[in-house]
């Protein structure tokens, strides 16, 4: 089966840097998303990674150890509407499977 | 409208009755999923179709039933309910399947089963 771990919930400051850690065990990899879910809403695309290293896209970045089963998505310059879930998903066989999400609050 | 919708937005259902949740988009997108969300367990497929007139289960099929008779349609049908049921299910497309494209969801159906 498909193992992919983050942590449940963390807490920032608006302004400050958070770095959400996924690691993942599957049986195969096409590549990781990252999604941000605001709470009652669907999930939106925020990345794609499939080579190993850092993508950066504005104040989110996402990096990628395949050797390691290892992605983080670092959020920076915080603002008070980051305040979300974000969902890690591992691209297997071209169908993906999530973690339970990581909610991040960001407190003034 | 661009994108993907979902009917109905929020149902209760009794237990034992039967349910269509709809899904249409309008990107001409060839594999379009179904997932459902429950807290603490994060999103789970229950069935995915790669193109029109294919479908296939994903990781929690059982009690659910698929048809993709075209582009833009993939409905979900629960034949009986039951209370474990009780969720939010996400349609998603992306564009092709046999390749790592992003999927795009719909706003959700809140599905409560009594």
């Known amino acids: 089966g498909q193992n992919i771990d983050q942590p449940t919930e963390m807490t920032a400051t608006e302004g400050a840097i958070v770095q959400i850690n996924c690691t993942y065990q599957?049986?195969?990899?096409?590549?990781l998303f990252w999604y941000q879910q605001h709470a009652g809403e669907a999930p939106t695309f925020l990345s794609y990674n499939v080579l190993d290293g850092l993508e950066e896209k504005g104040r989110f970045s996402s990096f990628l150890s395949r050797s390691k089963g290892y992605s983080y998505l670092l959020l920076k310059e915080l603002q008070m509407k980051d305040s979300a879930s974000y969902l890690c998903?591992?691209?297997?066989?071209?169908?993906?499977?999530f973690g339970a999400g990581t909610t991040v609050t960001v407190r003034a | 409208i661009a994108g993907i919708t979902q009917a109905p937005t929020s149902q209760i259902l009794a237990a034992g009755r039967r349910m269509t949740l709809r899904c249409t988009q309008d990107?001409?997108?060839?594999?379009m999923y179904w997932y459902r969300q429950d807290l603490g367990l994060g999103l789970r497929l229950i069935h995915y179709s790669n193109t029109a007139g294919t479908t296939g289960k994903g990781e929690v099929p059982d009690g659910y039933s698929v048809s993709r008779a075209n582009t833009d349609d993939f409905p979900l049908t629960l034949a009986s309910a039951v209370p474990s049921q009780t969720s939010v299910y996400f349609c998603?497309?992306?564009?092709?399947?046999?390749?790592?494209?992003?999927?795009?969801f719909g706003p959700g159906t809140r599905l409560t089963v009594l």
């Open positions: 599957t049986s195969g990899f096409n590549g």
């Open positions: 998903a591992v691209d297997d066989d071209y169908k993906l499977s």
């Open positions: 998603a497309s992306s564009d092709s399947a046999g390749a790592s494209d992003t999927q795009y």
């Open positions: 990107m001409r997108h060839n594999a």
